[in-house]
C-alpha cells in the first residue's frame, strides 16, 4: 500500500510540474518504470540424448525400431521435468553413403534417394508429432526432409513444438566433401526459436570446425546452440566435443551436444555451460539422456565485455610506431 501511495504521488506532483494531466502523467512513469526495470533472467531444463544408430533406409523395420527408441526417450526427457528434448543428426536414420550409392557398396557415387521408404518415415514422424503434442515437449529430431525431384534433400534438424507442430527446421549449410558431392542440397539460413524466452540456435553434422556460424549465432542473442551429429569417425569425436567446448566459451553462451551412441563412442552426449565446462554427460556409449538448467543471466559481464571487445574499442590505443623498431632502440 505504501509503494502504491507513494507512486501515486509521484504522479500528481510530475502533473503539477509538466500540466500534464494525470492519466498522461500515468502512462510516462508506467514507461518508464518499465524501461528502469532490469531484465530478468530466464530458464529451462533442456535434455539431451544419445539414440541409436540407425543407417539403412531401406529397413523398414529399422526405421520403426528408431522412431519407438526416439519416443522412449522423450517420455523419459518429460519425466526428467525437460521443456525441450534435443536428439543427434539423423536420429531417424542416417544413410549410409555406400547403402545409398547408386554405384555402390564398394564405390561411392551419388545417392539414390529412391532406396529410402519415405512412407515409413513420415509415419514415425507423425507419430513423434503427436507424443510432443501429448507430453507438451518441444523436440529438436535430426532426420532427412526430401525435396521434390531431382533435388537432393536436406540434413535437417526439424524443430516440433509442444503442440505437435513442425515449427520449423535446420538444414545443414557446411556439408562434407561426400555430402555435397553425392548426398544433400545444403541449407543456406541461420535458425532461431525461443521456447519460455530461451533462445536456440542450430548446428548440425560437421558445422563445429565453423567458428563462424558459432559466432553469427552470438550475434542473433541465442542463449544455447544445439549441435546435433553422428560424432565424426572414432576418434574425431573427441575433437567435435572439444571444439563445442571452445564455442561456449568463447561465446559464452550454453551448448548441447548431441551424438549418435556408437560402440567405443569416446565422446559423449552432453551439455556444456558458458565458462565451457560439462553441466551433464552421458555415461557410456549406449542410449540415454541427460538434462540440466539452462537459461540467460543478463547480470553477468563476460558477454556484453566480449562484445565490446570485438567492436574495436582497443583501436584507440593502438599506438601507430612499430613496436619491433622500439625493441631495437631498447636494446
Partial sequence: MTESRNFKRRVRARAAKTGESYTTALMHLRDASVEDTPPQSKALRL??????????????????????????????????????????????????????????????????????????????????????????????????????????????????????????????????????????????????FDVDGVRFGCTLGIECHFPELFLEYERLNVDCVLFSTTGGAQPNDLAFAAEVQGHASSNCYWASFAVLAQPGLAAASGIIAPDGQWAARCTGDGPSIVVADIGNDPGDPARPWRRQARGGIYDPHIVSDDPRSKRRDMF
Fill in 47 to 192: 535434455a539431451v540424448v544419445q539414440s541409436g544408430y540407425f543407417d539403412d533406409p531401406r529397413d523398414a523395420a529399422a526405421l520403426r525400431l528408431a522412431g519407438e527408441e526416439i519416443r522412449h526417450l522423450m517420455r523419459a526427457a518429460h519425466r526428467a521435468g525437460a521443456r525441450v528434448v534435443h536428439f543427434p543428426e539423423g536420429a531417424t536414420c542416417f544413410p549410409n553413403k555406400r547403402i545409398m550409392s547408386a554405384i555402390g557398396p564398394r564405390d561411392i557415387g551419388p545417392s539414390d534417394w529412391r532406396r529410402f521408404d519415405w512412407a515409413v518415415l513420415r509415419a514415425e514422424l507423425d507419430a513423434t508429432r503427436s507424443l510432443a503434442r501429448d507430453l507438451g515437449l518441444w523436440t529438436v529430431l535430426g532426420s532427412v526432409h526430401p525435396l521434390t525431384e531431382p533435388h537432393r534433400p536436406h540434413n535437417s534438424l526439424y524443430v516440433i513444438s509442444d503442440k505437435g507442430e513442425v515449427a520449423t527446421r535446420y538444414d545443414e549449410r557446411m556439408l562434407s566433401n561426400t555430402k555435397i558431392s553425392f548426398m544433400y542440397t545444403p541449407g543456406s539460413i541461420p535458425l532461431t
